[in-house]
Nanobody, 121 residues
Framework: QVQLVESGGGLVQPGGSLRLSCAVS????????LGWYRQAPGKQRELVAT???????NYADSVKGRFTISRDNAKNTVYLEMNSLKPEDTAVYYC???????????????WGQGTQVTVSS
């Protein structure tokens, strides 16, 4: 009964900006961490940014100073603000949520369907 709905991807020119969002729906879920990953054609999936329930954030070196991850707890939504985009940022971006089920206290880990971001001149 858990769903992750991503939106905000698209085509943008180098130097442009884009904002991705991922809404998490489900019952009896305690979210501990949210994150964004990306995968370019022929490449391995890589971490972009993460944010914990305590507000701590981590970024890949390649996006530091350009990307900002944030969350809206009331909406159970995580965002990724991307600025000064480069062609090498082109990839499918996936949101991820991790935590525990409050009924069993078992760990869970879910992924979104992915949204395409293309940076091209």
């Amino acid at each position: 009964q858990v769903q992750l709905v991503e939106s905000g991807g698209g085509l943008v020119q180098p130097g442009g900006s884009l904002r991705l969002s991922c809404a998490v729906s489900g019952s009896r879920l305690r979210i501990n961490a949210l994150g964004w990953y990306r995968q370019a054609p022929g490449k391995q999936r890589e971490l972009v940014a993460t944010i914990t329930n305590g507000g701590s954030t981590n970024y890949a070196d390649s996006v530091k100073g350009r990307f900002t991850i944030s969350r809206d707890n009331a909406k159970n939504t995580v965002y990724l603000e991307m600025n000064s985009l480069k062609p090498e940022d082109t990839a499918v971006y996936y949101c991820n949520v991790g935590g525990v089920y409050t009924t069993t206290w078992l760990k869970y880990d879910y992924w979104g369907q992915g949204t395409q971001v293309t940076v091209s001149s």
